[in-house]
């Protein structure tokens, strides 16, 4: 690696750095939209979610930021912060469920019914007090607005009626230093438009509300062949790139675990974020994107799967530390189109596993994260756990 002209001591420093967000509900009953299988040990609560993603930050040295879904993790929050709090975790962003309430099957922010718009500001307001409450850095704002049939809606007035609910929102935020990130989707549940169907969509509405509004990008919400790492350098270069939800995926929003389907897909994204952080004019801004897993574990082992999902963000974002810039550059501008390919390739085919051993040695942590971890006791007991 240091024949490649890569700063290995560098590549350490920034894996050090690295926040990688870790949800709530990746612990718990889950599952596809059809049928959610329960597996023994599931946590049944927000304070067993947080000892499950305990578990994930122990073993990997990331994942000490936990990501909370309201309604789904409803409680006491005081007692939460002090819980979280007491084992030296954190709250990362907090995501919102406007959809699950039969007012919403035609709309929520955007709905023609004055009543039910502000009755979803009032969630959105909510979920804003418990962002303060915990101490989380930002909010997720995803809708379920749109249409299944064309005529259905009228495009202009459920954009103005959007755009007037998610400044409602948005002025909640006050001077509190929190992201208001707009996260779009491509389709589903409405099949003939989204309301915010795609980056450019999200991105409007993130410049119309201001400093703090930005943009969440989901790898699974995009159109087949979608380049999602050009978007990701488009969004770092505007100051608009809030947060993703890092997931794969082979047929839509799949949800699956990060970097089991396409890993350079996964790289190449990596690549831009340590791109952003190389470029003084972008480091500042690249740095507060909140980097959170957003996975669905059907028949997949909860702490486990979770803890392969941060393992492989970190050899994706090992590899892109190792990319030698500044020949990377040199080739591009000469317009060796091989040669600079080559640059990335030579990254993505480097075995990190000594670089990932190394600094997780500095960290205290010995052993593989996955085979440490089903050995372990907690391991064994939280099958048996109530």
Same mark, same amino acid.
């Given at each position: !690696?240091?024949?490649?002209? &890569?700063?290995?001591?560098?590549?350490?420093?920034?894996?050090?750095?690295?926040?990688?967000?870790?949800?709530?509900?990746?612990?718990?009953?889950?599952?596809?939209?059809?049928?959610?299988?329960?597996?023994?040990?599931?946590?049944?609560?927000? =304070?067993?979610? &947080?000892?499950?993603?305990?578990? &994930?930050?122990?073993?990997?040295?990331?994942?000490?930021?936990?990501?909370?879904?309201?309604?789904?993790?409803?409680?006491?929050?005081? +007692?939460?912060?002090? $819980?979280?709090?007491?084992?030296? !975790?954190? =709250?990362?962003?907090?995501?919102?469920? %406007? =959809?699950?309430?039969?007012?919403?099957?035609?709309?929520?922010?955007?709905?023609?019914?004055?009543?039910?718009?502000?009755?979803?500001?009032?969630?959105?307001?909510?979920?804003?007090?418990?962002?303060?409450?915990?101490?989380?850095?930002?909010?997720?704002?995803?809708?379920?607005?749109?249409?299944?049939?064309?005529?259905?809606?009228?495009?202009?007035? /459920?954009?103005?009626?959007?755009?007037?609910?998610?400044?409602?929102? $948005?002025?909640?935020?006050?001077?509190?230093?929190?992201?208001?990130?707009?996260?779009?989707?491509?389709?589903?549940?409405?099949?003939?438009?989204?309301?915010?169907?795609?980056?450019?969509?999200?991105?409007?509405?993130?410049?119309?509300?201001?400093?703090?509004?930005?943009?969440? &990008?989901? *790898?699974?919400?995009?159109?087949?062949?979608?380049?999602?790492?050009?978007?990701?350098?488009?969004?770092?270069?505007?100051?608009?790139?809030?947060?993703?939800?890092?997931?794969?995926?082979?047929?839509?929003?799949?949800?699956?675990?990060?970097?089991?389907?396409?890993?350079?897909?996964?790289? +190449?994204?990596?690549?831009? !974020?340590?791109?952003?952080?190389?470029?003084?004019?972008?480091?500042?801004?690249?740095?507060?994107?909140?980097?959170?897993?957003?996975?669905?574990?059907?028949?997949?082992?909860?702490?486990?799967?979770?803890?392969?999902?941060?393992?492989? *963000?970190?050899?994706?974002?090992?590899?892109?530390?190792?990319?030698?810039?500044?020949?990377?550059?040199?080739?591009?501008?000469?317009?060796?189109?091989?040669?600079?390919?080559?640059? %990335?390739?030579?990254? $993505?085919?480097?075995?990190?596993?000594? %670089?990932?051993?190394?600094? /997780? +040695?500095?960290?205290?942590?010995?052993?593989?994260?996955?085979?440490?971890?089903?050995?372990?006791?907690?391991?064994?007991?939280?099958?048996?756990? +109530?």
């Amino acid at each position: !690696m240091e024949d490649r002209g &890569v700063d290995v001591e560098l590549a350490l420093r920034e894996l050090s750095k690295l926040v990688i967000e870790v949800p709530s509900w990746g612990f718990s009953n889950s599952g596809t939209r059809f049928y959610s299988f329960g597996q023994k040990g599931d946590a049944t609560d927000f =304070f067993q979610r &947080v000892d499950d993603c305990e578990q &994930v930050w122990k073993y990997t040295g990331n994942g000490r930021d936990i990501c909370m879904h309201i309604p789904w993790d409803e409680c006491d929050f005081k +007692a939460a912060r002090q $819980y979280v709090e007491g084992k030296k !975790m954190a =709250f990362g962003t907090l995501n919102t469920n %406007l =959809f699950q309430d039969n007012d919403f099957a035609l709309g929520t922010l955007a709905n023609s019914e004055r009543r039910i718009r502000e009755k979803t500001i009032a969630k959105l307001i909510h979920c804003l007090d418990v962002v303060k409450a915990v101490g989380a850095k930002s909010i997720n704002v995803w809708t379920i607005d749109g249409s299944n049939i064309p005529g259905q809606n009228d495009f202009r007035q /459920r954009r103005k009626w959007m755009l007037e609910s998610l400044a409602e929102g $948005y002025r909640h935020i006050g001077d509190d230093d929190i992201s208001y990130n707009i996260e779009y989707k491509l389709f589903e549940p409405s099949f003939y438009h989204n309301e915010i169907a795609d980056w450019g969509t999200a991105l409007y509405y993130a410049r119309k509300l201001g400093d703090k509004a930005k943009v969440t &990008v989901d *790898l699974g919400h995009h159109a087949f062949g979608t380049n999602v790492a050009q978007i990701v350098s488009m969004l770092i270069d505007e100051g608009k790139l809030g947060a993703f939800h890092l997931n794969d995926n082979n047929c839509g929003d799949d949800d699956l675990i990060p970097g089991t389907i396409n890993p350079f897909r996964l790289f +190449a994204i990596e690549s831009e !974020m340590v791109a952003g952080l190389l470029d003084p004019e972008t480091e500042e801004v690249t740095r507060k994107v909140r980097q959170g897993i957003d996975t669905s574990f059907c028949i997949e082992p909860r702490v486990e799967a979770m803890i392969l999902s941060v393992v492989n *963000l970190q050899i994706a974002y090992a590899k892109a530390l190792l990319v030698n810039r500044t020949e990377l550059k040199k080739r591009q501008m000469d317009n060796d189109v091989l040669g600079a390919n080559q640059c %990335l390739m030579d990254a $993505y085919n480097t075995d990190v596993t000594p %670089l990932l051993t190394e600094w /997780r +040695a500095r960290q205290g942590i010995e052993g593989d994260p996955y085979t440490s971890y089903i050995s372990s006791e907690y391991c064994k007991k939280r099958k048996d756990r +109530a």
